[in-house]
T-cell receptor
Framework: EDQVTQSPEALRLQEGESSSLNCSYTVSGLRGLFWYRQDPGKGPEFLFTLYSAGEEKEKERLKATLTKKESFLHITAPKPEDSATYLCAVQPSTGTYKYIFGTGTRLKVLA | DTGVSQDPRHKITKRGQNVTFRCDPISEHNRLYWYRQTLGQGPEFLTYFQNEAQLEKSRLLSDRFSAERPKGSFSTLEIQRTEQGDSAMYLC?????????FGPGTRLTVT
């Protein structure tokens, strides 16, 4: 069964303290892996798409990487405004149009 | 501009009543998704439209739920005979290529 697991569930960092979030997936063929940011009471905001192992994408303090079984979202020198829930999703390559989401990592960055 | 819009943003209803939500996707996007999200969980796929055709529906979706996308533009999601377990955030997303763009969601509370 297609599945996405994110860890840790919650993470507290001091401002400037870099860390990584993990997204492990099991899917019958990967069309794409997606990272989103979600603020409380709002819809998810698209961050990155990764298609193949070894691919990396960067945006400001965020960098996403992909292997055959997992993806990492690296946060470098985070700021309080980076506090949010970060969601990972996969789109299987066959048999379905749906995206399968993990439960997210709740990140809190303290000033 | 034009991002994805949803209406209403909040809905409180009594158990047993019917409710309908509307989603207006980004105008050039021909693909549209509905999701449900409960607290602490990632979005859960409900249904997918390509233009006006409903191509996939979650097996978990009760027959109390129905969705339409007449003329391939806006979409509606109706829940009949609401139950307390239907309380959740209902999210709509549209996509052109592989990236989905989400609306702000409709928060449903069933009392």
């Amino acid at each position: 069964e297609d599945q996405v697991t994110q860890s840790p569930e919650a993470l507290r960092l001091q401002e400037g303290e870099s860390s990584s979030l993990n997204c492990s997936y099991t899917v019958s063929g990967l069309r794409g892996l997606f990272w989103y940011r979600q603020d409380p009471g709002k819809g998810p905001e698209f961050l990155f798409t990764l298609y193949s192992a070894g691919e990396e994408k960067e945006k400001e303090r965020l960098k996403a990487t992909l292997t055959k079984k997992e993806s990492f979202l690296h946060i470098t020198a985070p700021k309080p405004e980076d506090s949010a829930t970060y969601l990972c999703a996969v789109q299987p390559s066959t048999g379905t149009y749906k995206y399968i989401f993990g439960t997210g990592t709740r990140l809190k960055v303290l000033a | 501009d034009t991002g994805v819009s949803q209406d209403p943003r909040h809905k409180i209803t009594k158990r047993g009543q019917n409710v309908t939500f509307r989603c207006d996707p980004i105008s050039e996007h021909n693909r549209l998704y509905w999701y449900r999200q409960t607290l602490g969980q990632g979005p859960e796929f409900l249904t997918y439209f390509q233009n006006e055709a409903q191509l996939e529906k979650s097996r978990l979706l009760s027959d109390r739920f129905s969705a339409e996308r007449p003329k391939g533009s806006f979409s509606t999601l109706e829940i009949q005979r609401t139950e307390q377990g239907d309380s959740a955030m209902y999210l709509c997303a549209s996509r052109q290529d592989s990236e989905q763009y989400f609306g702000p969601g409709t928060r449903l509370t069933v009392t």
